[in-house]
């Protein structure tokens, strides 16, 4: 590229910083989109998942006591304890995105405010993706897995409880929302030099129907 279209280029990417830089209230607006798709995600999530292991409680405990086979019934009782453990574990930690959907609803127009919230809950989603989230999952189909393999002697059965109880675990950890990392991560670190003048600030692709910019905060 000829060195003396350099300038002009630079000069093109310029003239539209000022417009797109000074539209706060298109950024506070990605935030509330970002929140109020990730409440309702958790709400379908929540309902989905409590729809599946109430339906799994409830056949296993039909089970436990209407199975001919011993096997049969000592993997329900198994199942059981599984699924309990699973609803308890849905209704006591709850996904954030509703109640941070309505604490950015009640905070007005504070956009420093919103972009805290933002990353509180991108933090608790990478938290729940974390390895440190399977570790529940592992303990309990860990166990259901040696008492059927061991305690009940069948090792073959053990082996595929605790791998459709594993694989079951990370659907659920997979579909979780995960709107608020999604927004967080658009932005990233940029450095604009123009002679002396050094600015450091974040950028963020902006692409909608017919549209397509970029928006910076410095």
């Known amino acids: 590229m000829p060195r003396r279209l350099l300038p002009c280029l630079a000069l ?53 006591s209407e199975a001919s086979d011993d096997a049969d019934r000592f993997d329900a009782r198994v199942g059981v304890v599984k699924s309990t453990l699973a609803l308890g574990g849905l209704f006591l930690d709850r996904q954030p995105h509703p109640a941070a959907h309505r604490r ?29 989230a399977r570790l529940s999952s592992l303990a309990v189909n860990g166990v259901a897995g040696l008492a059927i393999g061991v305690g009940d002697d069948r090792p073959e059965d053990g082996a595929i409880n605790f791998a459709t109880g594993m694989l079951v675990g990370e659907l659920q950890l997979r579909t ?32 909608a129907p017919q549209r397509l910019g970029v928006v910076l905060r410095y």
């Open 104 to 132: 950015l609803q009640q905070s007005g127009d504070d956009l420093e405010g919103a972009r805290r919230l933002l990353r509180e809950v991108a933090e608790e989603e990478r938290r729940r993706r974390s390895w440190q």
């Open 176 to 207: 979780q929302p995960g709107q608020a990392m999604a927004a967080v991560n658009r932005f990233q670190p940029t450095r604009l030099t123009l002679g002396e003048l050094r600015l450091e600030g974040e950028y963020a692709w902006l692409v």
């Open 12 to 64: 093109l990417l310029c003239l539209p910083l000022p417009a797109l830089a000074q539209s706060p209230s298109t950024e506070w607006q990605a935030y509330e989109d970002a929140l109020s798709r990730g409440a309702r995600q958790a709400e379908l999530w929540q309902l989905g998942w409590t729809g599946i292991y109430a339906g799994s409680l409830a056949w296993n405990a039909w089970q436990a």
